[in-house]
């Protein structure tokens, strides 16, 4: 499915300070009930979002209207857990198009850069400062450059420099993605196959 | 050291590169293909879409497991988008000639319980699922983890997905293990010591004489559950046990072909003097009887310790003390004693023939407790009917419990088998996150004897006690 081509996103950030968030919260295994990829940000975080009775939970930052924009940034650890890529839909889906944490989950990684996110790995001391700058002022800007693969907080200047691979930046900078590549080698994959024992 | 020592994960793994990409992932060869009704139809869509079909058909195997019921399985489905995804599933593997063990198949089941009892899991192979614990099937000696949808996508139209290699973790477990404590409590452990990110970026091996003497099935058990300490998956390698237990499944190879097969997984094992990136030390001895308080699975200690302190953990106290507001527990309170509402015993780490025994051993004789509601569920319809010939099903109807049908049930509560808000249960499965077992629902992850014991006593009960 084609996605945005990321390359430079300077937006406010949503924060949510915790850690280990698995994706069974980003999106519980009930809504996965979906043929097509359609709606999953309507569900995201559903059970810290919203109470049994489908209210909105007030203390939950996605329903706090002083919090918005294109990054998210979570603790450490963030998309451990279940490999359904529907929570990188749901995040995606919601309008998110970044993702921020000291530490993120192999799958979610995965998932995330095969659908146009960019999860961005910081230092935890970097990440503290991202959280301490949202809480002195929820509109402070964060500005990812996925070309320089930089991140600075727009107030302050202050920047830090993150990993990505050259393959998966040409991609997201681009919008491919692998199947094309994969595509294009089908007649080294065959000659593979004919080799395999099983 | 210039030779060439290479680990069992190295061996398997080069084996399978297409293509090497540089400043990038490997393009790598998948083997066996598993899917079932909730992480493929997307990416069949997607097939549809590009207008490219499926590669090699004979290497993808569809069963269905997620959202099935567990009980009537012969009448329709009654939730319609459960019914709508099982349908998807039976029509995108006729249209593209896909072998489908569908709802009420002979051999339908759990995806990771029906690949090894069919001889569709084998040492040496990769194997990939849109789900993460297909590191279950590591237990063989394969290379297998849990793949996205956009790579479910891949494996059908090209057999292949990018993937940058892991680095190399081996964990060691030596000794002998005491009474009462099982590979879902080794696995628990490890867990608990490596913390539920301990492994992330890792391939694990396990090795020592614990696992040499483990059956095939705690074996799965172990490496089922690699991936709740970040792992992507962890592996074991094959020996006469992992042989043996091959040997005449269905989908084993036979004759000539058994033969030099049997040869080249002799090779499968870690060379003397091989590297790895990260290595731990465990001693059995240490290893008791293992049940989780938090939620998530390092969250979890031998079953006779007091709940530890925020201090006394790795992570945030704020984090911590979210989780134990989670479960309604204190710090420094004892796990023995608290009185539990549900029993889950089944789903891929626990869902085989040995667990039901280990469960029965307990449970002969005794009767269910009656503020406890047990949810028992073979991981396949073959482990159901074994269930029936031991005479398990006899025992456990003695006791006052009752068996279901297979499928993976209220390890992820996707069909109507959830627990209750604020309701406490036993589970035998993988993950106790929040709302895993059906919204508000608070897990105790634990064994098959922890499960027992709990269910013949209505709280948390040390199986040992009653061995």
């Known amino acids: 499915m084609a996605y945005d081509k990321f390359t430079i996103l300077k937006s406010s950030a949503v924060p949510l300070p915790i850690e280990n968030v698995d994706t069974d919260q980003i999106i519980p295994a009930r809504f996965l009930k979906a043929t097509k990829r359609e709606g999953f940000g309507d569900n995201l975080f559903r059970d810290w979002r919203y109470n049994g009775d489908d209210t909105p939970k007030q203390d939950f930052v996605l329903n706090n209207p002083i919090y918005s924009g294109k990054i998210l940034v979570g603790g450490r650890n963030f998309g451990s857990g279940s490999s359904r890529e529907h929570a990188a839909w749901a995040i995606y889906d919601y309008g998110f198009r970044c993702v921020i944490s000291s530490f993120f989950a192999d799958i979610f990684k995965g998932n995330s850069l095969n659908i146009g996110i960019l999860p961005v790995q910081v230092s935890p001391e970097f990440l503290n400062k991202i959280f301490e700058a949202i809480e002195a002022d929820p509109n402070a800007e964060l500005e990812v450059n996925l070309p320089e693969q930089t991140i600075t907080i727009v107030s302050t200047g202050e920047k830090e420099s993150f990993d990505i691979n050259g393959y998966k930046k040409h991609n997201l900078t681009n919008g491919f993605d692998d199947i094309d590549y994969l595509q294009a080698m089908k007649g080294e994959i065959k000659e593979f196959e004919a080799e395999r024992i099983f | ?467």
């Open chain 2, 1 to 467: 050291m210039s030779n060439q020592a290479s680990t069992l994960f190295d061996k398997v793994w080069d084996a399978h590169v297409v293509r090497k990409i540089e400043d990038g992932p490997d393009v790598f060869f998948i083997d066996r293909h598993f899917i079932h009704e909730v992480t493929s139809p997307v990416a069949f869509l997607g097939l549809e879409t590009r207008g490219i079909g499926v590669m090699y058909p004979e290497r993808t195997f569809a069963t269905a497991d997620h959202n099935t019921p567990t009980i009537n399985q012969h009448l329709p489905v009654a939730d319609p988008l459960s019914a709508n995804q099982l349908k998807a599933l039976e029509s995108n593997a006729a249209k593209y000639g896909i072998s489908h063990w569908g709802l009420g198949h002979a051999r339908n089941g759990i995806v990771h319980v029906v690949g090894p009892e069919n001889g569709i899991t084998l040492p040496g192979m990769t194997i990939v699922c849109g789900d993460s614990h297909t590191s279950t099937h590591g237990a063989f000696g394969a290379i297998a983890f849990g793949i996205g949808t956009s790579e479910v996508e891949m494996v059908l139209s090209s057999q292949c997905i990018m993937q940058p290699k892991p680095k190399k973790m081996r964990v060691n477990v030596n000794g002998q293990l005491g009474k009462g404590v099982t590979p879902k409590d080794v696995t628990l452990y490890i867990i608990s010591k490596l913390t539920t990110a301990g492994a992330t970026g890792y391939f694990v091996e396990y090795a020592g004489d614990v696992f040499e003497n483990m059956s095939m099935e705690g074996r799965m058990t172990v490496c089922n559950m690699s991936i709740e300490m970040g792992a992507r998956g962890g592996m074991i390698a094959p020996d006469e046990t992992t042989f043996a237990y091959i040997n005449g499944r269905e989908q084993a190879p036979k004759g000539e072909k058994w033969d030099k097969a049997l040869a080249y997984w002799k090779t499968l094992k870690t060379d003397e003097g091989a590297v790895f990136d990260k290595e731990y030390n465990f001693d059995a001895a240490d290893i008791e009887p293992m049940i989780t308080y938090g939620t998530n699975p390092g969250m979890g200690q031998g079953i006779t310790r007091a709940i530890p302190t925020s201090d006394q953990v790795e992570g945030g106290k704020a984090t911590y003390d979210k989780s134990l507001n989670y479960m309604g527990f204190h710090e420094n309170e004892n796990m023995l004693g608290k009185q539990i509402d549900y029993v889950f015993i089944g789903s891929c780490t626990n869902g085989r023939i040995e667990d039901f025994r280990a469960f029965a051993s307990i449970v002969k004789g005794r009767k269910k407790a009656d503020n406890v509601t047990a949810w028992i569920v073979p991981g396949s319809h073959i482990v159901e009917a074994q269930i029936k010939e031991e005479g398990i099903l006899d025992i456990l109807t003695e006791a006052g419990f009752e068996l279901r049908q297979p499928g993976c049930s209220a390890c992820l509560a996707m069909n109507d088998d959830k627990i209750p808000a604020g309701k406490y249960a036993v589970s035998t499965s993988n993950r106790n996150f929040e709302g895993r077992q059906g919204p508000g629902a608070r897990t105790l992850l634990a064994s098959p004897l922890v499960a027992a014991a709990a269910a013949v006593t209505g709280v948390v009960t040390d199986p040992r006690t009653l061995l």
